[in-house]
């Protein structure tokens, strides 16, 4: 099975890879905004080992200015703060800048206060200032407290929203979340929608903020049994999950597992109907809506798509970020690798699109070396993450990488 595994991935990245190949493709310089050689949030440098961001979001103002968002799960009850920016006045700063709590150091008081932060995993911000939160409740998987979601008004830094996910929707010390995605297409500003992957509870939660409901989407397809499962986790279903641009005549839900080749879209409407998912549909009912798109013939981790319908994914321990237009067949003859370099895509455990002052797409990362994700360790003075991101329309053109954070 190893060496069955090794000669598919090898033929997987040769068919990416050759293809890129007649692109010209060589190594592409990401803008690199922060890098951590040591990520302390304030307490003992000796502590830092245990702190792991997985997730980055960025926050435009005018004229450039910019907010820079991580989560970082709590391992430990000693972690002081989940959920965390960077300093204001360590903006500009590249390496080690400072981390402040989010949106105060009250909210992270106690790991077990469940009025509080528990362990903040993924973030999202939508259109209309607001930063969503999912928090898992776990501390180093220990159930403390139940999931939930909470919404934030980016202007005045105060809650707007705050939701606890029911019994049903998860599964204590089990389900963690890899990614999440939001959609304002039919409610706007005032509520909206987000569809946040449980890898570990093989399933898709989908959030309503406008009625405040929730319900859960599961299918064998979210499994760890399609494809390939000798690389990665074994026990990792859905990691991904991403939205057709609003503006699409049809639109899908897009996901994979990490231990997949395969791309399944989901049409959107489908999705959304909660009714279909309330009965508990049987699945030879509900597999007619999954499609499996093609395979890319390796594995990917992260993914995000852009306002032009362009899905971006970094391929595991390749050190490369493809992409593929949704309008197109999922062919290696389709997928395109737009950046190549081992040294800024490492393991990217959070990929965003962020819009910039000006309105365009920006594509963010957060890469880590994957050693402190196994409970290695490295040099002392050693890079261990890094902030890079590029406009998504460099990336495209095979342009050098700028980005409106650079511009100040």
């Not at 005018?62 to 903006?91: K, M, Q, Y």
């Not at 395979?295 to 493809?322: F, K, P, W």
Request: charged residues 20%; hydrophobic residues 40%; proline residues 4%.
């Amino acid at each position: 099975m190893f060496r069955v595994s090794i000669v598919l991935l090898a033929v997987g990245l040769v068919l990416v890879l050759a293809n890129a190949s007649a692109q010209q493709l060589r190594i592409k310089q990401l803008h690199t905004l922060h890098k951590w050689s040591n990520l302390s949030l304030g307490q003992d440098e000796g502590s830092n080992s245990h702190f792991l961001p997985v997730d980055l979001d960025i926050e435009y103002g005018d004229e450039g200015r910019h907010r820079t968002f991580l989560t970082i799960p709590r391992l430990s009850t000693g972690t002081p703060f989940t959920l965390a920016t960077v300093a204001a006045a360590d903006n500009k700063v590249l390496e080690n800048p400072r981390l402040e709590p989010y949106p105060s150091l009250e909210w992270h008081q106690s790991a077990n206060n469940c009025s509080g932060i528990t362990s903040a995993i993924r973030t999202y911000i939508d259109e209309c200032w607001r930063l969503w939160v999912v928090d898992s409740g776990q501390v180093n998987s220990l159930q403390l407290c139940a999931p939930q979601i909470l919404i934030f008004d980016l202007v005045k830094d105060a809650l707007v929203q705050r939701t606890m996910l029911a019994p049903h929707m998860y599964t204590p010390s089990v389900s963690i979340f890899t990614a999440m995605v939001v959609d304002l297409a039919e409610s706007k500003c005032l509520g909206g929608r987000a569809y946040i992957a449980d890898a570990w509870g093989y399933g898709l939660i989908v959030f309503d903020a406008l009625t405040d409901k929730s319900w859960r989407i599961e299918h064998e397809s979210m499994q760890p049994s399609l494809g390939v499962r000798r690389f990665g986790n074994a026990h990792a279903g859905i990691f991904t999950v991403s939205l057709s641009p609003r503006h699409a005549a049809e639109r899908f839900l897009y996901f994979h597992t990490l231990n997949s080749f395969y791309e399944i879209a989901l049409p959107l409407h489908v999705v959304n109907n909660e009714s279909i998912w309330r009965q508990q549909p049987s699945s030879k009912a509900i597999s007619k809506h999954f499609r499996v798109l093609g395979t890319r013939g390796t594995q990917c981790e992260s993914e995000v798509m852009d306002s032009g319908g362009n899905l971006y994914c970094s391929l595991i321990s390749l050190g490369a970020l493809i992409s593929w237009n949704e309008h197109s067949n999922y062919t290696a003859d389709d997928i395109r690798a737009v950046a190549y370099n081992p040294l800024q895509l490492k393991f990217v455990t959070g990929l965003k699109i962020n819009l910039n002052s000006k309105g365009e797409n920006e594509l963010w990362a957060l890469s880590s070396e994957p050693n402190l994700f196994v409970g290695g360790s490295l040099k002392e003075d050693a890079i261990k993450f890094q902030i890079v991101g590029c406009r998504t329309a460099d990336l495209l053109a095979n342009r050098p990488c700028t980005v409106g954070a650079a511009q100040l």
